[in-house]
């Protein structure tokens, strides 16, 4: 399936929305793409306002940023003062596209060498509309005007930029969507789940860093790790001694005897947590333990970053079918709910 849509001279937005295409078709999957010669006229308005609101658009949007990062927020998209959110190719479409800076009496090309004037840009857009093409910000305000959207399903990145948004659509006249978190989904394979159950671990568990108590967790024994063994005796020491001091405590009235009972309490919790520092200690100590997870962590967390972040589905498909695959995850998406959802394989 790959192979007939991944050929030499077939672009690479082409190939993906083949792909894509293939993959849904029983959904019925729609794609849009937006350097389709027959859709630059319509993107034209788009930028004409980008271009010529560009110093009011990116004050406001300088603003919400300030204002987010204010309420602790990271305003995940930098945005140039005075600079408009479309890219110009001067070469037209097929050509090298570059950002616009203000500039004194215009905008220059970052990375160019020419400094181009909003009289001039502006002709360009009437003569090759496709020779403009729309920023990480300015897009949702083209794909909006072009179908009227009453909900955006994006990811963590896409919702944290859509914060950014409400100026560019008032400045617009657009509205704005609801925005819904997409699914979050995590894969577990035969050999993963095996892995998972011989540690004791769920998958949560399992890609929390190497020195937590909770992911070194040795298999389930019926016997004490060496550990426990310790706090139990630290334990009993602690409370037998106390004991003895009861009497003495409580002769000094009901405020020492609620302090005797907070220090017991704290000793308890400090006893426990050395016993996990040294069954984590021998955990890391185990190569075989630390090699498994390492693995497991490999599956399901790939170099730092989620699944969906790392695996294309391609692999998958293969393995257990591309209808069987797709339907499992269609299956398992299921609308609003947050979080990572595991879905078996």
Known sequence: ?????????????????????????????????????????????????????????????VERAATLEASGFHAGVHVRPGAPLSFFHPEGAGGPRYRLAKDTDGFVEVGGARRRTLPELLAGLDRDPASFTTSALLRPILQDTWLPTIAYV?????????????????????????????????????????????????????????????TLTMPVSPEPSDGERL????????????????????????????????????????????????????????????SELEGIRARLFPRGVPQERFFAPASFCARYGQRAFIDRVLAAAEPLRTGFHDVIL
């Open 1 to 61: 399936m790959l192979s007939r849509h991944y050929r030499p001279g077939t672009g690479w937005g082409r190939a993906f929305a083949g792909v894509l295409s293939s993959l849904f078709v029983e959904e019925g999957l729609v794609l849009l793409d937006p350097g389709d010669p027959a859709l630059a006229p319509l993107a034209a308005p788009v930028h004409r306002r980008a271009l010529t609101d560009a110093a009011s658009i990116a004050s406001a949007l």
């Open 154 to 214: 994006g990811g963590p990145a896409e919702v944290a930029y859509f914060a950014q948004l409400q100026p560019i659509y008032a400045a617009f006249d657009v509205a704005m969507p609801i925005v819904v978190p997409r699914a979050q989904l995590r894969l577990l394979e035969r050999p993963t789940r095996l892995a998972l159950s011989r540690r004791g671990l769920t998958a949560a568990e399992a890609i929390r860093p190497l020195d937590d108590p909770v």
């Open 231 to 290: 706090t139990r005796r630290l334990v009993a020491g602690v409370d037998r001694l106390l004991d003895e001091a009861a009497p003495e405590v409580a002769a000094a009235g009901e405020r020492a005897a609620k302090a005797l009972e907070k220090t017991r309490r704290a000793m308890s919790r400090s006893a426990v947590k050395l016993g996990r520092s040294v069954d984590r200690a021998v955990s890391l100590r185990d190569r075989e333990a630390v």
